[in-house]
């Protein structure tokens, strides 16, 4: 059985601010988080929310090409960046996935997180990456948000 673990949290009222939060989590903690958004707009959306979804929330993050992701834990991309980025010093990073198709090269990470909001579509969107990941062998838990 694979070591790769993927956490799908069920029941978001919102599935990108949920997003923000668990972010914000991961980077007080100063974890690197990959957060994989194939849609531009989505991801350009999701950018502009982490910059201020509270009046006292910032979580400093960078595009994968952009110049300052070697010193920047939080990652946006829209493909798997360069395999050394997948870890921050010994730590491996966490992969975030908000798009609605698995992401590629997920055997690089041991830990990816989901988050599913209660929109039927997302919904059965996250039943076929569940089921994607769980024929890779992964092991899939799922949590009830709230």
């Not at 929310?49 to 006292?56: A, K, N, R, S, V």
Request: net charge positive; glycine share 4%; proline share 7%.
């Amino acid at each position: 059985m694979s070591q790769i673990r993927v956490d799908f949290a069920f029941g978001a009222p919102d599935r990108l601010r949920t997003a923000c939060e668990v972010v914000r989590k991961h980077y007080l903690r100063q974890r690197r988080v990959i957060i994989y958004i194939a849609d531009s707009r989505q991801r350009t959306r999701f950018s502009h929310m982490l910059w201020g979804f509270e009046p006292t929330a910032f979580v400093p993050h960078v595009n994968a090409d952009d110049p300052l992701v070697d010193q920047t834990p939080i990652v946006l991309c829209d493909q798997m960046p360069r395999p050394d980025l997948t870890r921050a010093g010994t730590e491996p990073a966490w992969l975030l996935n908000l798009s609605t198709q698995c992401p590629p090269n997920t055997e690089t990470f041991l830990r990816i997180l989901e988050i599913v909001s209660n929109d039927e579509a997302d919904k059965q969107a996250a039943r076929t990456r569940w089921r994607h990941y769980q024929q890779q062998g992964y092991q899939v838990h799922a949590h009830q948000i709230g």
